[in-house]
């Protein structure tokens, strides 16, 4: 069974950038679809960020596109997202997750326990 073990949250301002990390153990990225996943308080769910291992897949929403980055290191088995330009609204706990893509949807399997990402004004 896979676990997820996240890294990298913390309080920054607006405008800072922050690197989130994610590494894979008892099992592998390869075999999967990963991405970031975020929830604040009172707020829905919302997909941040997907891509497959062989990058063919790649997801990001709307709010931050042009600022987030999803990427992946095979050899060390791990899942980064750089946020860059962060707003207060990007405040939230960021989940990692890895999980099958089907019919256009990022279906999350396994998940990290989360990390929080704090952004002041």
């Known amino acids: 069974q896979v676990q997820l073990v996240e890294s990298g949250g913390g309080l920054v301002q607006a405008g800072d950038s922050l690197r989130l990390s994610c590494a894979a153990s008892g099992g592998t990225f390869s075999d999967y679809v990963v991405g970031w996943i975020r929830q604040a308080p009172g707020k829905a769910r919302e997909f941040v960020a997907y891509?497959?291992?062989?990058?063919?897949?790649?997801y990001y929403s709307d709010s931050v596109k042009g600022r987030f980055t999803i990427s992946r290191d095979s050899a060390e088995d791990t899942v980064y997202l750089q946020m860059s330009n962060l707003r207060p609204e990007d405040t939230a706990v960021y989940y990692c997750?890895?999980?099958?893509?089907?019919?256009?949807?990022?279906?999350?399997?396994?998940w990290g326990r989360g990390t929080q990402v704090t952004v002041s004004s």
């Open positions: 891509k497959s291992w062989n990058g063919v897949i790649t």
């Open positions: 997750s890895a999980g099958s893509y089907y019919s256009g949807n990022f279906s999350p399997g396994y």
